[in-house]
């Protein structure tokens, strides 16, 4: 997996529907042990609620999934909820939806778009990116050679995560995983092979907030 959408930070929002609160919290998570955490978080501060219904996806490649009506009928509080998520295939992200029940029963598809809209909600409230992963790459060249560097990166797309001044100029890249050959071949042909290239074993994953690069280890 080369790139997947996920919640940078979660945000929380509600509905109502005859009476019904539902309560949306969205939080970023990547174990389920941190899931069981926040359900009993969750419930301990809603103790008196009806019900707190959760759906959660994670790994990059979304490999775990699951999703809990927590008492409402079979099929109508978890999985919309789990839907919400997976159609905007977003990964390592928990929902909880907890219901204040106001007196009126909304029967089943009035539960499903209830707990739907609420979802989605809480998404909106949300700060959702998008993950690449990635490697960094250092280059080294003389003066000469670093418009051609920055050409290059920007061309690429390739984020400039440092430069260093020294008796030559060092470039610190952020560069995505399919590209990684590509800007070796750029950078070799626009300094007529005079940069010395090291590329880290290790792969990353990074993505643009707010004009930032923020790099996360997955």
């Known amino acids: 997996m080369t790139a997947y959408d996920t919640v940078y930070t979660g945000g929380s929002d509600e509905i109502v529907e005859k009476k019904s609160r539902f309560i949306a919290q969205v939080f970023p998570v990547k174990t389920e042990e941190e899931v069981t955490q926040i359900l009993e978080a969750t419930r301990k501060k809603y103790w008196d609620a009806r019900h707190n219904c959760y759906a959660f996806v994670l790994g990059a490649d979304g490999a775990i999934s699951r999703c809990s009506d927590d008492g409402e009928p079979s099929g109508t509080a978890g999985r919309p909820i789990l839907e919400v998520l997976t159609k905007r295939e977003l990964k390592n992200v928990l929902v909880i939806v907890t219901r204040y029940f106001g007196g009126t029963l909304l029967g089943t598809g009035g539960l499903v778009r209830a707990y739907s809209q609420a979802t989605q909600a809480g998404l909106m409230a949300s700060c959702i990116i998008t993950k690449q992963a990635g490697y960094r790459m250092t280059v080294d060249t003389d003066y000469n050679g670093i418009g051609k560097l920055q050409y290059v990166a920007a061309q690429l797309e390739a984020a400039v995560l440092d430069t260093l001044y020294t008796d030559k100029v060092q470039m610190v890249l952020l560069v995505p995983c399919g590209l990684t050959e590509k800007v070796r071949k750029e950078v ?20 643009e907030i707010e004009k930032k690069v923020v790099i996360f280890d997955c």
Not at 188 to 207: L, N, P, R, S, W
């Open 188 to 207: 070799t042909e626009a300094t007529f092979g005079q940069a010395v290239i090291t590329q880290e074993k290790d792969e990353v994953y990074f993505a």
